[in-house]
């Protein structure tokens, strides 16, 4: 049985993990973003009690 033989599978294997592992990353790494997030500001808001009508 062929499938059996795991010379030509195990050589796919380790190809296809150093694929992986070493192009797929820095490809992954070097994307850039087109809109770029922008700093909100630190300050809280100043926030005013509710005026319940009821209470």
Do not use: D, G
């Not at 592992?21 to 808001?45: C, D, F, G, R, W």
């Amino acid at each position: 049985m062929p499938q059996l033989n795991p010379t030509p599978w195990f050589l796919i294997l380790i190809a296809s993990w150093l694929i992986f592992l070493t192009i797929i990353p820095t490809k992954v790494m070097a994307h850039n973003y087109p809109n770029e997030p922008t700093l909100q500001s630190t300050q809280k808001s100043k926030t005013e009690p509710w005026s319940w009508p009821w209470y």
